[in-house]
């Protein structure tokens, strides 16, 4: 099984500073299809996870461009340019490519000094 | 506008069979495209896949769950209902419902999901 890792737990960000996220998978999660079934989600406190970054680096429509996401095979990282109080919440990644099919990372709590 | 709502029991006794239902409107589960999923998540930890179902009746679940899970649909009511028996205590989690799609050009991804409902596992 794919044992998805994060990196930190826990991050406290002063408002307009950058913020990273790093993610790790045990195994690549390049397909032989050519793609990368990494995502990105925001749980912000007491809703339902929303999807930020789907295929790697590819952002939902609507999702702030202060969001990016990169990287390739087994290590993966979300970025937050200019960090807002409004993206207070719970990061997770998410890979679908191999059994089980849907696997979540622990989870980065993110908040503001 | 693609939404869904989970409704079940709040409160269910160890052994019991827990049964949820996912409703859903805005798409058809009909083709093998398109799929229902549901994950759970335990009161301050992290999110956990349980089972999916697509439109042409394909089924996936967690294989850690799934002797204990049983996923179906009913596509004329637009639901999904997930049943899990035996539960325990350790089951306490808000269980969310959500939607997938793999077409091409989609994201593949869980990109719609339900509020989640709260279940409590105790006698």
């Known amino acids: 099984d794919i044992v998805m890792t994060q990196t930190p737990l826990s991050l406290s960000v002063t408002p307009g500073q950058p913020a990273s996220i790093s993610c790790k998978s045990s195994?690549?999660?390049?397909?032989?299809?050519?793609?990368?079934?990494l995502y990105w989600y925001l749980q912000k406190p007491g809703q339902s996870p929303q999807l930020l970054i789907y295929?790697?680096?590819n952002r939902l429509s609507g999702v702030p461009d202060r969001f990016s996401g990169s990287g390739s095979g087994t290590d993966f990282t979300l970025k937050i340019s200019r960090v807002e109080a409004e993206d207070v919440g719970v990061y997770y990644c998410?890979?679908?490519?191999?059994?089980?099919?849907?696997?979540f990372g622990p989870g980065t709590k993110v908040d503001i000094k | 506008q693609i939404t869904l709502k989970e409704t079940g029991p709040t409160l269910v006794n160890p052994t019991q069979t827990l049964t949820l239902t996912c409703t859903f409107s805005?798409?058809?589960?009909?083709?093998?495209?398109?799929?229902v999923g549901w994950i759970r998540q335990p009161p301050g930890k992290a999110l956990e896949w349980l089972a999916l179902?697509?439109?042409?009746?394909?089924?996936r679940y967690s294989p850690s769950l799934k002797s204990r899970l049983t996923i179906t649909k009913d596509t004329s009511k637009n639901q999904v209902v997930l049943t899990m028996t035996n539960m325990d205590p350790v089951d306490t989690a808000t269980y969310f419902c959500?939607?997938?799609?793999?077409?091409?050009?989609?994201?593949?991804?869980?990109?719609?999901w339900g509020q989640g409902t709260m279940v409590t596992v105790s006698s």
């Open positions: 959500a939607h997938r799609r793999t077409a091409a050009g989609a994201t593949g991804a869980f990109d719609i």
């Open positions: 805005g798409f058809s589960l009909s083709t093998s495209e398109v799929g």
């Open positions: 195994q690549s999660l390049l397909h032989s299809d050519g793609k990368t079934y």
């Open positions: 179902i697509y439109g042409n009746d394909n089924k």
């Open positions: 998410m890979q679908s490519l191999q059994l089980p099919l849907f696997t």
């Open positions: 295929g790697v680096s």
